[in-house]
């Protein structure tokens, strides 16, 4: 076979560094650009952010909003954002002079005007630990007491439980083979009830049964015992399970008492504490910056970009001159970052467009549920959008994943919007979230005596238009975290 060479012409799809960039960032949540943009500062001196200075206090002689005011006299760069919310604000608290506050604000402001992070209030916070350990410093015990409750201070666990036995407990403590083991045992056993007299009530509890009997005693010592006590001190001895699981009337048979009585028996234990020790816990609190703010205009609903989240960038002047200024090949790695500054200008600005129209989108379609609620959720998928907007749905899959619209109705992830649909007997669709809806209304209603089981409310749910299997709305009542009917059953 003769070898040759051959001309041929074909087209094929080659991603560009900014092209890859630009889909990164789109992909990227709030959190994740602010990361990326603050490596891009410190790697790019080209780059910087654009000072925004604080706006004077609005007086009806200008009727000018913030956001005016911070263009003019910023002399309306041109690389400002070009969507932001425009209602009025009087005070520009802050260099983005939006007039919305977030109902999560990961900032909270005092009296005089700084700053208190909420972070470090939460970290000063006095842990379990310390908090036992300050009370056993009041104490009158000696010196091996002491030794022996700050040893089961470190074993408990977050909830407060002394999650292992004294036995195991006393195995850990065996480094000298002359210990007397059933002597430890016994220090160890005092020290328990030493600590389970400690703050708060329940603490040192080796299950939940004597959690919630240590309680009792407490509420027996200060208010005297009653009748209503002593029954739930014997539920909580003997039929805790029987009570976890509804099954009043093995309950009532065992204990030779009446509805009321084991009604106000129910009350008191539900009233108890079952994790005396979770309030001392550490809570990681993550906050939500919403990309899209939904207001209603004049009688339309209207999704603006939120300018909180909008990072504001522009090249910097002092060494853009100096490269304008230069003749030779010096600076050659200059011209390179400058491309990478406007490249990435470019494609920050180009992401938030891209979530301000496809957040419109979604809200167009999604009008009724910003007007009724849950209920009136149409399905919606993410084809439609895609159709809409002119964009693949691998794009608005990555727009609307860790990106937050804030509406009256609360904070919701774009992508809470979509949702599979349900035929009705009309020939329509229901979406999955209204189905949701209705089921948690028809279980908020329901008789305590005669609670609703998955067939009731797929038949219900039938006479209402919609078909719906009885596993798919078990399905949809585990997702809302509802009990199955026997767990959900009252005296």
Same mark, same amino acid.
């Given at each position: 076979?003769?070898?040759?060479?051959?001309?041929?012409?074909?087209?094929?799809?080659?991603?560009?560094?900014?092209?890859?960039?630009?889909?990164?960032?789109?992909?990227?949540?709030?959190?994740?650009?602010?990361?990326?943009?603050?490596?891009?500062?410190?790697?790019?001196?080209?780059?910087?952010?654009?000072?925004?200075?604080?706006?004077?206090?609005?007086?009806?002689?200008?009727?000018?909003?913030?956001?005016?005011?911070?263009?003019?006299?910023?002399?309306?760069?041109?690389?400002?954002?070009?969507?932001?919310?425009?209602?009025?604000?009087?005070?520009?608290?802050?260099?983005?002079?939006?007039?919305?506050?977030?109902?999560?604000?990961?900032?909270?402001?005092?009296?005089?005007?700084?700053?208190?992070?909420?972070?470090?209030?939460?970290?000063?916070?006095?842990?379990?630990?310390?908090?036992?350990?300050?009370?056993?410093?009041?104490?009158?015990?000696?010196?091996?007491?002491?030794?022996?409750?700050?040893?089961?201070?470190?074993?408990?666990?977050?909830?407060?439980?002394?999650?292992?036995?004294?036995?195991?407990?006393?195995?850990?403590?065996?480094?000298?083979?002359?210990?007397?083991?059933?002597?430890?045992?016994?220090?160890?056993?005092?020290?328990?009830?030493?600590?389970?007299?400690?703050?708060?009530? %329940?603490?040192?509890?080796?299950?939940?049964?004597?959690?919630?009997?240590?309680?009792?005693?407490?509420?027996?010592?200060?208010?005297?015992?009653?009748?209503?006590?002593?029954?739930?001190?014997?539920?909580?001895?003997?039929?805790?399970?029987?009570?976890?699981?509804?099954?009043?009337?093995?309950?009532?048979?065992?204990?030779?008492?009446?509805?009321?009585?084991?009604?106000?028996?129910?009350?008191?234990?539900?009233?108890?504490?079952?994790?005396?020790?979770?309030?001392?816990?550490?809570?990681?609190?993550?906050?939500?910056?919403?990309?899209?703010?939904?207001?209603?205009?004049?009688?339309?609903?209207?999704?603006?970009?939120?300018?909180?989240?909008?990072?504001?960038?522009?090249?910097?002047?002092?060494?853009?001159?100096?490269?304008?200024?230069?003749?030779?090949?010096?600076?050659?790695?200059?011209? %390179?970052?400058?491309?990478?500054?406007?490249?990435?200008?470019?494609?920050?600005?180009?992401?938030?467009?891209?979530?301000?129209?496809?957040?419109?989108?979604?809200?167009?379609?999604?009008?009724?549920?910003?007007?009724?609620?849950?209920?009136?959720?149409?399905?919606?998928?993410?084809?439609?959008?895609?159709?809409?907007?002119?964009?693949?749905?691998?794009?608005?899959?990555?727009?609307?994943?860790?990106?937050?619209?804030?509406?009256?109705?609360?904070?919701?992830?774009?992508?809470?919007?979509?949702?599979?649909?349900?035929?009705?007997?009309? %020939?329509?669709?229901?979406?999955?979230?209204?189905?949701?809806?209705?089921?948690?209304?028809?279980?908020?209603?329901?008789?305590?005596?005669?609670?609703?089981?998955?067939?009731?409310?797929?038949?219900?749910?039938?006479?209402? %238009?919609?078909?719906?299997?009885?596993?798919?709305?078990?399905?949809?009542?585990?997702?809302?975290?509802?009990?199955?009917?026997?767990?959900?059953?009252?005296?």
């Amino acid at each position: 076979m003769k070898q040759a060479l051959q001309l041929r012409l074909s087209q094929h799809l080659a991603l560009t560094p900014q092209l890859q960039q630009s889909i990164r960032l789109l992909q990227l949540s709030t959190l994740e650009l602010n990361a990326e943009i603050e490596q891009a500062l410190q790697d790019n001196p080209l780059l910087e952010r654009e000072e925004i200075y604080e706006a004077p206090a609005f007086t009806p002689a200008t009727e000018m909003s913030v956001s005016q005011q911070q263009a003019a006299e910023a002399g309306g760069a041109n690389e400002a954002p070009t969507e932001a919310p425009t209602t009025e604000r009087a005070d520009a608290d802050d260099s983005w002079g939006n007039d919305w506050t977030p109902t999560h604000a990961s900032r909270e402001h005092n009296d005089d005007g700084d700053d208190v992070d909420v972070g470090d209030i939460q970290a000063a916070a006095t842990s379990l630990r310390d908090h036992l350990h300050e009370q056993l410093a009041l104490t009158q015990l000696n010196a091996r007491e002491r030794a022996m409750v700050a040893f089961l201070v470190e074993a408990l666990n977050d909830d407060g439980y002394l999650a292992q036995s004294l036995e195991e407990l006393v195995e850990a403590l065996l480094d000298n083979a002359e210990v007397d083991v059933e002597e430890l045992l016994e220090e160890l056993g005092i020290a328990l009830r030493h600590l389970q007299n400690f703050d708060p009530t %329940g603490i040192g509890a080796r299950n939940l049964a004597e959690c919630l009997e240590l309680q009792l005693a407490a509420v027996v010592a200060a208010t005297g015992p009653t009748p209503t006590s002593a029954l739930a001190r014997a539920i909580v001895r003997n039929h805790l399970e029987q009570l976890a699981a509804r099954d009043f009337a093995k309950i009532k048979k065992a204990l030779d008492c009446d509805d009321d009585a084991l009604r106000e028996a129910q009350t008191l234990i539900k009233s108890l504490n079952p994790r005396p020790g979770a309030r001392y816990a550490a809570i990681d609190t993550r906050y939500i910056l919403p990309d899209v703010v939904v207001r209603k205009t004049r009688g339309n609903w209207v999704a603006s970009l939120n300018s909180e989240a909008m990072p504001r960038l522009r090249i910097n002047r002092l060494y853009a001159d100096i490269l304008q200024k230069s003749r030779n090949g010096s600076g050659r790695n200059l011209a %390179g970052q400058l491309q990478e500054a406007k490249w990435l200008i470019k494609n920050v600005l180009q992401r938030f467009d891209t979530i301000g129209r496809v957040a419109q989108a979604i809200v167009d379609r999604q009008r009724a549920f910003f007007d009724h609620g849950e209920v009136a959720m149409r399905p919606l998928t993410l084809r439609e959008i895609a159709d809409t907007v002119g964009l693949h749905e691998s794009t608005i899959s990555r727009v609307t994943t860790q990106k937050y619209l804030a509406s009256p109705r609360g904070i919701y992830e774009l992508k809470y919007f979509f949702g599979s649909h349900v035929s009705t007997d009309t %020939g329509g669709a229901a979406s999955s979230t209204a189905i949701r809806a209705l089921i948690k209304q028809l279980v908020a209603a329901e008789n305590g005596h005669k609670p609703l089981s998955d067939a009731k409310i797929a038949e219900v749910l039938g006479e209402q %238009g919609i078909v719906v299997a009885r596993r798919t709305v078990a399905k949809y009542r585990e997702s809302l975290s509802i009990p199955p009917v026997n767990l959900r059953k009252t005296l």
